[in-house]
């Protein structure tokens, strides 16, 4: 075998050195981000404010110091669908007191505070910094502002602050991007949003919500903007966490900041509905589900918010129901929610909230019938309990008694579900009307489960003869229907 010459092990040498600076210098170009993570990238390019919910460690300050890095050198990826800026950009990068900036912003994007070998192994490339960050007084090695090279050709510029600095800190300059990592004041979060108006700018927030219902929390949750959105990021989304391993972390928080550490669940108190741990109600995705257990979609129809489809599984005989599928879909037809439920459940029956009954302002035909016409086997009425009531907190009231009974099981992969579980909740006692549709589309299926048909799952419709209803029943005793 011929050695390599001289040369040739010069330049294999070259090539590896390249390597090792690249990833040191460059953790930018090996970052792969969350489904999670990208969710709130891509919600960028349309809302002026957003927050990304997050329990303790699961990649929110990364996802946050990422962001701040595109923005600065205006390298995005090939897989960016957020907000982009073509020319340098001011911003300000924003935690709790200025050592915890140094330790964690400072650190996430410049590298390891006060070791001069490590400046430029954080999130911004080292041959990105324009000149040697400034330094801030009273905090050993912490920064004031630093820039960086736009591939524009420009300077972009940020500046770390802290929110113990006080509202006053915060006046002044316009930005053209805001990052504040972990909660922050009120005023403070107003000053910070009011520093983007005139550049057409925006705010990103990452935070765990260990507040629990602060009134940055209920602007984002209760406060309906086309111009702001959140993402709620859980430890069953960090895939840097081992499965096997998830159960042990949460096992070493406190009791009572388990949810929020584990899942960003705001400490909503006694304004969350239902106060299950969703360890209780999850289960593992059914890998045999019984003929003749009785199979119900219960659905919301989206007038003004999204359209929401709940698939139910009710074991009679041990009176369980198990959420079997959801759906939810904002901005479609009927056409497309049918095409969405028909291969899961075909010959299951669909009940319906009384607003089905509605007229359609279009076509002028009641919404249930336009969902009929797509070939689903609605119910004849809308939804009901025995005795023809409507209430909403018996369906409430059950489903809860279920849940702290054993008696309601959700499969582990209803990512959606348990998104609208967290954050159901009220407000001055009245049921906070967002992010509610799957909750409200599973109530119905609870409340009409009577309904259910024991038929097979999937995509293939069977015609099935009805027979005869008994005296003094609700559903047909062969069908179910």
Avoid at 199 to 216: A, E, I, N, Q, Y
């Amino acid at each position: 075998m011929t050695q390599p010459s001289r040369a040739e092990l010069a330049v294999i040498l070259e090539t590896l050195e390249a390597i090792e600076y690249r990833r040191k210098y460059r953790t930018f170009d090996f970052f792969e981000p969350y489904p999670k993570q990208v969710e709130f990238y891509v919600m960028g390019a349309a809302r002026r404010e957003r927050l990304l919910i997050a329990g303790n460690q699961l990649g929110k300050t990364h996802a946050g110091a990422f962001e701040a890095t595109c923005h600065l050198t205006g390298e995005y990826p090939a897989w960016w669908k957020g907000r982009r800026f073509d020319r340098p950009t001011k911003g300000w990068i924003a935690g709790e007191t200025s050592l915890v900036v140094r330790d964690v912003q400072q650190k996430k994007l410049c590298g390891e505070p006060g070791v001069e070998e490590a400046y430029g192994t954080g999130m911004i490339p080292k041959d990105a910094f324009a000149d040697k960050p400034s330094l801030a007084r009273g905090v050993t090695d912490a920064y004031d502002t630093i820039q960086v090279r736009h591939r524009s050709g420009g300077i972009s510029v940020a500046r770390f602050k802290s929110y113990e600095q006080g509202r006053t800190k915060f006046q002044g300059e316009s930005i053209d991007w805001g990052w504040a990592d972990e909660e922050p004041p009120e005023d403070i979060y107003a000053e910070f949003l009011t520093r983007t108006t005139a550049t057409g700018g925006m705010m990103f927030v990452t935070f765990t919500p260990l507040k629990g219902r602060s009134s940055v929390v209920i602007r984002f949750l209760d406060e309906p903007s086309d111009d702001r959105g959140f993402v709620s990021m859980t430890i069953d989304d960090a895939l840097h966490i081992a499965p096997e391993q998830r159960a042990r972390v949460v096992a070493g928080y406190l009791a009572h900041e388990r949810e929020a550490r584990a899942r960003g669940v705001p400490m909503l108190g006694s304004g969350r509905i239902f106060m299950t741990p969703e360890g209780a109600i999850t289960e593992p995705p059914l890998e045999y589900i019984p003929e003749h257990w009785a199979k119900l979609w219960g659905i919301d129809f989206g007038i003004g918010h999204p359209f929401a489809a709940v698939l139910i599984l009710w074991d009679r005989d041990n009176d369980v129901i198990h959420v079997h599928h959801v759906y939810r879909m904002a901005d479609a037809l009927p056409i497309q929610h049918a095409a969405a439920m028909k291969p899961i459940g075909a010959n299951v029956p669909v009940a319906y909230p009384k607003d089905g009954a509605d007229r359609e302002k279009g076509s002028g035909e009641p919404l249930a019938d336009l969902y009929k016409k797509q070939d689903l086997i609605m119910l004849s009425e809308h939804a009901t309990w025995p005795d023809g009531g409507l209430s909403t907190e018996a369906g409430i009231l059950e489903m809860d008694d279920r849940m702290k009974s054993g008696r309601f099981k959700v499969a582990a992969q209803l990512s959606e579900f348990f998104e609208e579980y967290r954050f159901y909740h009220r407000k001055d006692g009245q049921i906070v009307k967002i992010k509610d549709d799957i909750m409200s589309a599973c109530r119905v299926a609870v409340m009409m489960k009577r309904f259910g048909r024991a038929v097979s799952l999937g995509g293939h419709r069977v015609k099935i003869q009805s027979g005869v209803i008994a005296a003094g029943t609700d559903f047909d005793l062969f069908t179910g229907v």
